[in-house]
């Protein structure tokens, strides 16, 4: 793993058992093994080194004998690049109604077949060995937002544990071609932040997230908390920041330092027709817009969905065209907008990489 400093924030390459990825780098999300409505292949094409899959949902479907059977994840969705699964910490916090959680783990309830599962800090890495990602995550809670200090300082101590826990039975196992990332928790008590950051820097990850963030807070307090966590993270390491973002946050966590992120928005916008569109490459001040392409005043527009734009949707077809597969509810009108919308990301990171 080599990052260089830029005056923009940093630049590097990380290595995997499947290749390098560059960063700064956008996971585009494939959570059950799929990016919605795109091939693998098409998401490579668009500008992606790295996709992001979920522990929780593999594991409940297919299943772990079908990816057994498979070899693999990468084999399965026929997807050659590196691939870092989340352990299931974001499901502990959105699925509050059908969890339970204890110092063995987290306990969840199937929401189709209402089978109870138990998901320990062993067994996500366990999972994760099956599913062959290339970069593993640790089991953690995400606290919601608001929640009070002393609840968030218990959650971020059980994550402790449970990252530990991780550690060792990657360990134990002699897992060596797998990375495996702790998660910095700590709400938006900054104080907090910082001493987990600290405490999880002892011992040897891969690489380190800062999770728990964009979950509802202010945007100011959000970006005070990755700076806290920061502070004390390695400069050799990769820095991954969970879940954002917004693509001017992506910009600013960039200049504070931040190497990696993920985020549904590019996807599950698309899928409603929310379409991010470019005003310049500059990154300065409102360097992007959005279209809602369902709107009425592009029934008749001619013009592609962003000039500015290299992906095969506004190399082909109009707005009105794109406008109108929504209207009739034509599948075909929801991979135009991922297609944009997924390579609307990759030439950020793109134009991020260049600047830095």
């Known amino acids: 793993m080599k990052f260089k400093k830029t005056r923009y924030g940093r630049t590097g390459r990380v290595k995997t058992a499947h290749g390098f990825f560059k960063t700064p780098s956008f996971m585009t999300i494939a959570t059950r093994g799929a990016v919605?409505?795109?091939?693998?292949?098409e998401v490579k094409k668009f500008g992606a080194d790295i996709i992001l899959s979920n522990t929780y949902h593999l594991y409940l479907r297919p299943g772990l004998e079908i990816l057994r059977k498979h070899k693999g994840l990468h084999n399965f969705m026929k997807w050659s690049g590196p691939i870092l699964t989340d352990?299931?910490?974001y499901q502990v916090f959105s699925l509050t109604k059908i969890r339970k959680l204890t110092e063995a783990g987290a306990e969840f309830k199937d929401p189709l077949t209402g089978k109870v599962h138990i998901l320990t800090p062993e067994k996500v890495i366990d999972i994760q060995?099956?599913?062959g990602s290339d970069i593993m995550?640790?089991?953690?809670e995400c606290p919601p937002y608001p929640a009070t200090r002393s609840y968030v300082q218990k959650s971020m101590e059980l994550t402790t544990r449970w990252a530990l826990r991780c550690l060792e039975h990657k360990k134990k196992k002699r897992v060596r071609n797998q990375k495996l990332f702790a998660i910095v928790q700590g709400g938006i008590y900054l104080d907090l932040r910082e001493r987990h950051a600290e405490e999880l820097t002892k011992y040897n990850f891969d690489g380190y997230a800062i999770g728990g963030l964009a979950v509802g807070e202010p945007e100011e307090k959000m970006y005070a908390s990755i700076k806290a966590a920061l502070k004390f993270l390695?400069?050799?390491?990769?820095?991954?920041l969970?879940?954002?973002g917004y693509p001017h946050q992506i910009v600013r966590a960039v200049k504070f330092g931040v190497d990696m992120f993920d985020c549904v928005l590019p996807t599950r916008n698309a899928r409603h027709g929310n379409l991010f569109i470019w005003k310049n490459f500059s990154l300065k001040g409102k360097f992007?817009?959005?279209l809602n392409i369902r709107n009425e005043k592009f029934a008749c527009d001619t013009c592609s969905i962003d000039s500015l734009c290299d992906c095969p949707t506004c190399k082909t077809y109009s707005r009105g065209y794109v406008r109108h597969l929504f209207k009739i509810d034509e599948m075909l009108g929801q991979k135009l907008a991922t297609v944009h919308n997924v390579r609307f990301y990759q030439k950020l990171m793109e134009v991020l990489r260049a600047k830095t």
């Open 36 to 41: 919605k409505t795109l091939e693998a292949s």
């Open 234 to 240: 390695p400069k050799n390491k990769p820095r991954y």
């Open 129 to 131: 060995r099956v599913i």
């Open 87 to 89: 352990s299931g910490g």
């Open 242 to 244: 969970m879940g954002v």
């Open 137 to 140: 995550m640790v089991l953690d």
């Open 288 to 290: 992007y817009g959005t």
